[in-house]
C-alpha cells in the first residue's frame, strides 16, 4: 500500500460519537483524498486537498469534516450528521508536480467503520 | 463532464484461460485512464495507465490494457488467469480539458473470480 498508512483498521462507533480517521502519507505528495466505498458502489470522493490548508468537498461531504495542517497528514472526521456511516474508507494521495493530470493515486489500506 | 462504466459485476473465467474487464468512458477530449486491483480488505493498486501513444499499453502482474478511442473502451486483459487474480477491479478516468482538480472518476468495480 505505498507509503500512506490509515489507522485504525476497524473502528467501532456508537450513535452519536465523533470518530476521527487518521492517513499519513511520507511520499512527499502535494495532493490528498478520502473516499467512501460501499459494496457495488465503487468509490465516491469525500473530501480533497491539493495543498497544505487547503481542502475541497466531494460528492459526499455532508456529515463528515477534514483538516490539513501538515503535508503529511489529512484526517478524517466522521460526525454524528452522518447518518450512515458505515464503510470502507480509503485515503489516497498523488504527486501534483509534472504530469499532475495523469499521475496515479496511492491507497492507503483502509479503515472498516461500523456504527454499534 | 466525464464518466466511465464497467459493465459486468463479475467476471468468471477458469485458471489459464485469457481474461478481459470491460471498461468504456465518456470525456470531452482525449482521456487519460487507469485501472487498480483491490484484494479482500485492502486498498486499491495501481495496475497501469494510458496517457497518449501506443493503444497497448502494459502493467503490473502481466496485465495490459488497449485503449480503444472509437469505441470509447479501455478494457483490462491477460493471457493466462491465475487463481491470485481474483480481485476486485476498478477503471478510472480522467478528462485533462476539465482543469482544475484533477479528480478521476471511477467505475463501480469488477469482481474477477479465477477457478482452479
Known amino acids: 500500500d505505498g507509503g500512506i498508512t490509515q489507522s485504525p483498521k476497524y473502528l467501532f462507533r456508537k450513535e452519536g460519537q465523533n470518530v476521527t480517521l487518521s492517513c499519513e502519507q511520507n511520499?512527499?505528495?502535494?495532493?490528498m483524498y478520502w473516499y467512501r466505498q460501499d459494496p457495488g458502489q465503487g468509490l465516491r470522493l469525500i473530501y480533497y486537498?491539493?495543498?497544505?490548508?487547503?481542502?475541497q468537498k466531494g460528492d459526499i461531504a455532508e456529515g463528515y469534516s477534514v483538516s490539513r495542517e501538515k503535508k503529511e497528514s489529512f484526517p478524517l472526521t466522521v460526525t454524528s450528521a452522518q447518518k450512515n456511516p458505515t464503510a470502507f474508507y480509503l485515503c489516497?494521495?498523488?504527486?501534483?508536480?509534472?504530469?499532475?493530470?495523469?499521475?496515479?493515486?496511492?491507497f492507503g489500506p483502509g479503515t472498516r467503520l461500523t456504527v454499534l | 463532464a466525464q464518466s466511465v462504466a464497467q459493465p459486468e459485476d463479475q467476471v468468471n473465467v477458469a485458471e489459464g484461460n485469457p481474461l478481459t474487464v470491460k471498461c468504456t468512458y465518456s470525456?470531452?477530449?482525449?482521456?487519460?485512464l487507469f485501472w487498480y486491483v483491490q484484494y479482500p480488505n485492502r486498498g486499491l493498486q495501481f495496475l497501469l495507465k494510458?496517457?497518449?501513444?501506443?493503444?497497448l499499453v502494459k502493467g503490473s502482474y502481466g496485465f495490459e490494457a488497449e485503449f480503444n478511442k472509437s469505441q470509447t473502451s479501455f478494457h483490462l486483459k491477460k493471457p493466462s488467469a491465475l487463481v491470485s487474480d481474483s480481485a476486485l477491479y476498478f477503471c478510472?478516468?480522467?478528462?485533462?480539458?476539465?482543469?482544475?482538480?484533477?479528480?478521476?472518476?471511477f467505475g463501480r468495480g469488477t469482481s474477477l473470480i479465477v477457478h482452479p
Open positions: 489516497a494521495s498523488s504527486y501534483r508536480g509534472q504530469g499532475a493530470s495523469y499521475n496515479e493515486q496511492f
Open positions: 511520499l512527499n505528495h502535494d495532493a
Open positions: 486537498s491539493q495543498i497544505v490548508n487547503d481542502f
Open positions: 470525456v470531452s477530449g482525449n482521456p487519460y
Open positions: 494510458y496517457i497518449t501513444g501506443d493503444n
Open positions: 478510472a478516468v480522467r478528462d485533462p480539458l476539465r482543469g482544475g482538480s484533477y479528480i478521476p472518476t
